[in-house]
């Protein structure tokens, strides 16, 4: 990995200014990536009766400040299953029965930190 910086222009400060949001774009773009791929699993590995479930299941995001993010892929809530009219809270139950969450990160989380580090360094390179 190299950096390279054009000392002609004055721009080297910003340049540097800049490195840290660009990393944290990087690394946060990963992280949605896989969260969408990890939801997707979860759909497809989830029991089905009704599909609240199944429907329940979504990727959440936030952050606090600016260096700080959080991706979270979720199941119940939100939803209404239409048996119960209540919404689906059930989803830990049916997880410790039928895993369809944990098999889902377990296919997803080998190659993250890789992946994060080659996106780091494109954006850093840029």
């Known amino acids: 990995m190299s950096l390279r910086f054009d000392l002609t222009k004055g ?4 340049d540097l200014a800049e490195l840290p949001d660009r ?3 990087a690394a946060f773009e990963v992280l949605m990536e896989r969260a969408e791929l990890m939801k997707g699993i979860a759909q497809v590995l989830v029991r089905v009766d009704t ?4 429907d ?3 990727i959440e995001r936030g952050g606090i400040g600016k260096y700080w993010r959080q991706v979270k892929v979720r ?3 939100y939803v209404i299953n239409p048996k119960t009219n209540k ?3 059930y989803a830990g139950i049916v997880e410790s029965k039928y895993p369809f969450m ?3 990160w377990e296919q997803v989380k080998g190659d993250i930190a890789d992946m994060i580090k080659a996106k780091v360094v494109i954006a850093i390179e840029r």
């Open 102 to 104: 944990r098999p889902a």
């Open 56 to 58: 329940s299941i979504r």
């Open 11 to 14: 721009t080297v400060k910003q």
């Open 87 to 89: 919404l689906v809270n």
């Open 75 to 77: 199941a119940g809530g």
């Open 23 to 25: 990393m944290l774009d």
């Open 51 to 54: 599909g609240s479930l199944r």
